[in-house]
């Protein structure tokens, strides 16, 4: 490829970044000056991170919702791994007419907005006495058919041959998807690991509604109560919203380079 | 006899496959099509709580004579029809960019991008809110390139505008991400033999990229169609809906109709059911398409 | 390499879901997790779990009566502060009462109450619960179930001014116990309005047109807008509740005809078009507008002060006057109402008796709380028999030392009813709509009004 060539994909890639991290940088900016000055426009970071931090915790309890949060995301994410992976995986490797049919009607299950499952959900919880439990959280969105496709479009590319071998050698069909596919996939794996943990940590009506107690707080809860008075403290404010933010965006740091660095090229 | 045995091992593997997906299929019917059965039901009700009464289609009949949803209806399929092709085609742009082994900082570049769609929706508001406001910086851009500044959340297309280009900036990272994965399963010697042949990028992205990526593509365009004709959070928060009702999404009419005016829980059940039907359609046409096995 | 990274974060999130699947109840995790925070963060999280540690006592005891009651309100520095300083109050009597408050944002409390109600299960309701004044008729209508009619509970509704208590008030029974004022006040930076040689003075008691004459004088003196104003049906439906209006009544929509409607909207429309007013489509920056200095005025419910006085260097610089009346349109006043909130008594209280005797020793009946509250959070009383005490009487310094307090209450007392039935929400929804059209479009008024007519009536008969 030409240095010309390679020249325009930066400047691309710079200017889509650019836009991207302004906004963080705006948090930043906004989590460090006072209320005031970022009311009158103040786009500099400043010195008032401290007192923010201190509004902030006298406020409202950020650690036991950082680590709600963290709970309810990472049962989330290891719940629907398993749950999805090995369904996209029996979806795809063992397919035939039925299944091709059932993952069409699963489909459906994205479709309907989450408003009008709201009500039966809750009254199906409830009944149940689960109110308050994070499985009440967990069970409804564990399975969702978009990761099941997302796993099932994966495994389409994933080589018959190995499989074949794998029986010859005598794995269990079991052995198998935990032994090749998973290993293989880890690109697939890294990319549902980030996008569900984001879906988990962001979710708001759900949790809100089967949640009923100041101790299942969750930082998007602790977010919106920072606005909900008369008066907004915007330090606070951006304070909460960037540290709402961080965990998501470290999460995907730490684990973009599993999903973009050829890991199938290494297995061939 | 050695048949026999295959045609019971094929057998075996197709129960094992049905077992495997057996968690995940009865958990999507218990927590997502039991309770659609039951708004379907509420849909042919009226009343509230447990004075409800059956009145056959009447919420259906309802749908007809609501501008409003008519208006809701335009303003979902005009993102639909705008956005979704935008974002898809940036982000697998984006993805074959950083799919190069020779552009260096990926790691920084990906997650920059990706950034968006982490951000908390208050401070992506606040941030587009004050940048497109009558004296924002966007006004002051187009005014600097001589240009006549717009009033972006008091015109109905402005508004829209504003909407799409929100749309685009949070969620192309996104997709992004699964073009990345899908990439992975695309052996670069493939791109490297084209270069042999001396194809130049387009052929290469059209004829290489492109069909390779067809299951992920597909997979993207569905949970675009559901996240578009489901979309919320825009509509909320960066112009209520607004000006009018010229920017409100179907999403947010439901969430209205139930929780915030007159809650009419039998008709929200009914416009549901209604969206529901339209995104299969639209689905299955898109799985008509892009799910075929070669 | 890339496969440790992700072995690691797995192998972190096995062993967290473990301590999550493990730990009986939320405390648990608490404790595992706020390890690995900082030392703050953790005192912090083993200081405010308190109402989980305040539940376990009780049911420790639980042969002793329960004197506990569950609230749901928001806003640390207002509404909840105020439930804290009750509940001090309360327990110099009672010593073993207590206060479970939980935080809720408005719209998640009304989100909840609705779907309990939807779902017929009340049994997750609190006790207590806040309630927005422009929603209480239209949730005790549609679930009249949710809420324990309070009529007979011993509180003396007399002490409440009429006009806030009509909002609670449905069939002539009283289902909520007025918390904070809203009564609508026309804030003034009197330095500004000085520079165009007039006085604070000159803007009380006046009318709309009256203002729109001085305020053209104040662009025309100083380049700036006379009022600021966030959009949207707010400043319209206080002008039509200052002429005490009726817009829905036993199902019947008034707003095609309404003359105080039609005046209202080109009201607002000159307002606009002679750049008196300026509107801004952003919370935000309406906020800013004021802060900045770059409006002469505002005109809100008077809880918009706590955001007028962020700005500490205008202290001296503002007054309060009452906001100007309709011209030509019987029963015009100069007040009217725009926010503020009630406490209601859910259906699921397990112990009505002592929720009756805690808000009639408190909201209900005690200076001293208010006394506490007006100057430590800005909660402006409703009862009115505060407003006597001396507290009210104090000059405030960030007003040029007017009597501010006592001046709103007595804005309050003076406020006509405005009658949306249980429609509050639609109508508004509708006049936004309408003068949006119509100022931004030039859309004709009577058309548009018509059109808000009929969309109101197709949402109530549904």
């Known amino acids: 490829m030409s240095k010309f060539k390679l020249g325009i994909s930066y400047v691309i890639l710079g200017i889509a970044s650019f836009f991207s991290v302004f906004p963080l940088y705006y948090m930043i900016s906004g989590a460090t000056n006072s209320s005031i000055d970022i009311v009158r426009g103040r786009m500099v970071p400043g010195t008032y991170l401290v007192e923010n931090f201190k509004a902030l915790i006298a406020n409202q309890n950020l650690g036991l919702a950082m680590a709600n949060s963290f709970r309810n995301a990472v049962l989330m994410t290891l719940f629907t791994l398993v749950v999805c992976s090995i369904a996209g995986y029996g979806f795809e490797i063992y397919h035939d007419k039925g299944k091709d049919i059932l993952m069409n009607i699963l489909l459906l299950a994205m479709m309907l907005p989450f408003v009008a499952i709201l009500i039966p959900l809750f009254k199906m919880f409830s009944s149940w006495g689960l109110v308050n439990s994070w499985v009440a959280f967990v069970l409804p969105s564990v399975s969702t058919p978009f990761m099941i496709m997302m796993f099932r479009q994966a495994a389409r590319s994933f080589p018959e041959e190995i499989i074949d071998a794998a029986r010859i050698d005598g794995l269990s069909e079991l052995q198998i998807f935990f032994r090749m596919f998973v290993p293989t996939m880890k690109s697939t794996y890294g990319a549902a690991m980030t996008v569900t943990f984001m879906n988990a940590w962001n979710n708001y009506l759900w949790p809100k509604v089967i949640f009923q107690k100041n101790e299942s707080i969750t930082m998007p809860m602790l977010v919106a109560n920072l606005k909900s008075g008369y008066s907004v403290d915007y330090g606070m404010l951006m304070l909460g919203v960037l540290l709402c933010t961080l965990p998501t965006a470290i999460i995907f740091l730490c684990l973009q380079k599993s999903f973009a660095n050829g890991i199938m090229g290494a297995v061939k | 006899m050695n048949k026999n045995r295959k045609m019971s091992t094929e057998k075996r593997h197709r129960l094992v496959g049905w077992a495997f997906l057996a968690p995940a299929a009865i958990l999507i019917f218990v927590f997502c099509f039991f309770p659609m059965f039951q708004a379907i039901l509420l849909s042919l009700q009226s009343g509230s709580g447990d004075a409800a009464k059956w009145t056959g289609l009447s919420n259906y009949i309802r749908i007809w004579k609501d501008k409003t949803f008519w208006q809701c209806l335009f303003n979902t399929f005009f993102y639909f029809l705008v956005q979704v092709p935008i974002m898809l085609i940036l982000a697998l742009v984006l993805a074959q960019i950083l799919n190069n082994p020779k552009i260096k900082g990926k790691g920084i570049f990906r997650t920059m991008i990706f950034l968006p769609c982490a951000t908390s929706l208050v401070s992506y508001s606040m941030i587009f809110k004050s940048l497109f406001a009558n004296d924002g910086a966007v006004n002051h851009l187009l005014m600097n390139l001589g240009l006549t500044p717009v009033n972006w959340f008091s015109d109905s297309w402005a508004a829209r505008v504003v909407i799409v280009i929100a749309l685009v900036w949070r969620w192309t990272g996104y997709n992004m991400v699964f073009y990345l994965a899908g990439l992975q399963n695309i052996d670069y010697s493939v791109y490297e033999a084209s270069y042999i042949d001396g194809a130049n990028a387009f052929q290469r992205f059209f004829k290489i990229t492109i069909p390779l990526l067809k299951p992920t593509i597909l997979l993207t365009a569905i949970m675009s169609t559901s996240g578009t004709l489901q979309l919320f959070d825009e509509s909320v928060n960066l112009t209520a809906g607004g000006p009018g009702k010229s920017t409100m999404t179907l999403a947010h009419y439901i969430y209205n109709i139930s929780f915030v005016e007159t809650p009419k829980f039998h008709y929200a059940a009914a416009l549901s059911v209604f969206i529901l039907v339209m995104v299969a359609i639209l689905s299955a046409i898109q799985m008509k398409v892009g799910d075929k096995r070669e | ?270 307002l606009v078009d002679t750049g008196v007013m300026v509107e801004y489509t952003d919370w935000d920056q309406y906020i800013a507008s004021m802060n900045n200095g770059s409006a002469a005025g505002v005109v809100q419910g008077c809880w918009i002060m706590s955001s007028i006085q962020a700005a500490e260097d205008q202290s001296g610089k503002w007054a309060i006057v009452n906001m100007p009346a309709l011209d030509g349109i019987e029963g015009a006043t100069n007040y009217a109402n725009c926010g503020g909130s009630s406490w209601a008594i859910s259906s699921n209280c397990k112990n009505p008796e002592l929720a009756y005797d805690f808000i009639n020793a408190t909201f209900g009946g005690s200076v001293e709380l208010y006394d506490t509250l007006l100057p430590n959070a800005g909660v402006i009383t409703s009862y009115l028999p505060a407003a006597e005490s001396s507290v009210y009487q104090e000059a405030s310094e960030f007003y040029g030392g007017q009597k501010v307090y006592a001046d709103i209450v007595d804005f309050a007392g003076k406020v006509p009813k405005l009658d949306c039935g249980a429609y509050y929400s639609d109508i508004r929804s509708a006049i936004t709509d309408a003068a949006t059209n119509a100022v931004q479009n030039d859309a004709d008024i009577v058309t548009e009004i018509q059109n808000a007519q009929e969309t109101v009536e197709f949402n109530i008969g549904g």
């Open chain 3, 1 to 270: 390499m890339k496969g440790k990274v992700i072995s690691l974060i797995l192998a972190a999130m096995m062993t967290t879901a473990l301590v999550g699947g493990c730990g009986t109840k939320t405390d648990g995790v608490t404790a595992e997790e706020g390890g690995n925070t900082n030392e703050i963060e953790k005192g912090e999280v083993q200081s405010e779990t308190k109402p989980a540690a305040g539940s376990d006592e009780a049911a420790g005891n639980e042969t002793a009566e329960d004197e506990t009651l569950t609230v749901w309100c928001w806003d640390p520095t207002f509404n909840i502060y105020a439930m804290q300083e009750a509940e001090k109050l309360y327990q110099q009597e009672h010593p073993n009462f207590k206060l479970d408050i939980q935080e809720n944002v408005y719209t998640d409390i009304e989100t909840k109450l609705i779907t309990a109600a939807e779902a017929g299960d009340y049994s997750t309701l609190p006790d207590i619960f806040l309630m927005q004044d422009y929603s209480f008729q239209k949730m005790v209508t549609n679930y009249p179930d949710l809420f324990t009619d309070l009529t007979a509970s011993g509180i003396d509704f007399t002490n409440f001014s009429s006009g806030k208590l009509a909002d609670s008030t449905v069939d002539g029974k009283n289902y909520g116990v007025p918390f904070d004022n809203g009564a609508t006040i026309m804030a003034i930076r009197s330095d500004i309005v000085e520079e165009a040689g007039f006085t604070a003075e000159d803007f009380k008691d006046i009318t709309w047109s009256k203002l729109i004459e001085l305020g053209k004088t104040v662009k025309e003196k100083t380049g700036l807008p006379m009022l600021t104003s966030s959009g949207g049906a707010e400043l319209i439906l206080q002008m039509l509740q200052s002429t005490g209006a009726t817009l829905v009544s036993d199902g019947e929509v008034y707003l095609s005809g309404n003359e105080a409607l039609v005046e209202a909207i080109e009201v607002y429309k000159e």
